[in-house]
């Protein structure tokens, strides 16, 4: 993926956390996506969490897929290990990453597209066999790479720019993840980086899978009249479409809101959010689910913490009983038990 490197240049009065480091040293390249797009201000998010957590640079791995949203990678934590994998592939390298060396912290940034239709079966057995990471789902309804087809995530009845109505069912992702186990579930708004932040300071530091269904306004191709833009956001009216082919310069969507708000888009249109009640008891899944479904039908979609619980004790190194050091550290010879060894487990399967 392409970005442009940025003049590491910092302040000398910039405030520093408990490494010493300021957020620039927490930034990556500089963004080739659209101005205005909702994944620049998830980037923002990401660099302030991490900053705020003093994670050490050279101890966090991020992993994409294909997608604008798996673009994202390459604008935060320029010291960090990276993979960008094949369309949908992304929590398999997780995997293997996190099993091959388990002291890192691993955080995946994904799209509605790339998580939930090809790599919907990834996905799902990430999350049940409780992988340790926090996975990110920039959402917004479409292939943004690919001039805005429906994704698995747009709403009934969504029309696309030249007038066709998506049919088929929305995907979400929080009731999926409620549904499989996951013992972090949350929903924001790009647009919100107040209530973002420490969403994504929590799922790092959760031991096992944490999942953040993020709604991230895409500004390009879908934001025009009878486009529900995503399932995430209901419309009350679209102004005429712009054309494809030209990007209105836009600053990014921000907002704060205490319990629900309308918030107006770059042409004219407006998206219904709600927060999560304060009463609301996130330990409690099958209350969440039926929460957020309920909200669902009525046209909304709530953001905050929707669940947590501890899923430790059957996080993916737990049920393996592997070793507390990394595979990548364990010497070969402990590794490679030899034939003798290896002919006798065998035996056990003939």
Request: glycine share 10%; charged share 20%.
């Amino acid at each position: 993926m392409t970005s442009i490197t940025k003049p590491k240049v910092a302040h000398p009065s910039l405030p520093r956390n408990e490494l010493g480091l300021t957020r620039r040293d927490y930034e990556g390249g500089m963004s080739t996506l659209c101005a205005g797009c909702g994944h620049d201000s998830i980037t923002a998010a990401i660099v302030e969490a991490a900053w705020g957590l003093s994670l050490r640079p050279e101890e966090l791995v991020k992993l994409s897929g294909i997608g604008c949203s798996s673009k994202t990678t390459a604008y935060f934590v320029g010291g960090a290990h990276g993979f960008n994998s094949v369309h949908g592939r992304m929590p398999s390298v997780a995997t293997g990453a996190n099993a091959a060396n388990r002291q890192l912290n691993y955080i995946g940034i994904s799209g509605d597209g790339d998580s939930l239709s090809i790599g919907l079966g990834q996905l799902v057995h990430a999350i049940r066999r409780n992988l340790n990471m926090l996975y990110i789902i920039e959402n917004n309804g479409v292939y943004g790479l690919t001039k805005g087809q429906f994704s698995a995530a747009a709403d009934i009845g969504s029309q696309s720019k030249k007038g066709e109505a998506n049919l088929q069912t929305p995907i979400d992702p929080t009731l999926l993840a409620l549904s499989l186990g996951a013992g972090f579930v949350a929903r924001g708004f790009s647009g919100d980086k107040k209530q973002l932040v420490p969403l994504i300071q929590a799922g790092l530091r959760h031991p096992g899978f944490a999942i953040i269904d993020v709604l991230s306004p895409c500004v390009t191709f879908n934001d025009h009249e009878g486009s529900t833009k995503s399932y995430q956001y209901t419309r009350d009216h679209y102004h005429p479409a712009v054309a494809t082919d030209f990007v209105p310069k836009a600053q990014a969507i921000e907002v704060a809101y205490d319990d629900q708000t309308v918030v107006a888009l770059h042409d004219g249109s407006q998206l219904r959010l709600r927060k999560l009640d304060p009463t609301f008891d996130t330990t409690d899944r099958v209350a969440a689910y039926r929460y957020i479904a309920a909200k669902l039908t009525e046209g909304e979609h709530v953001t905050g913490l929707i669940h947590a619980s501890s899923t430790e004790d059957h996080e993916l190194h737990t049920q393996n009983r592997s070793v507390a050091e990394g595979l990548n550290s364990v010497p070969y010879s402990e590794l490679n038990p030899g034939s003798a060894a290896l002919s006798k487990l065998m035996a056990r399967y003939r």
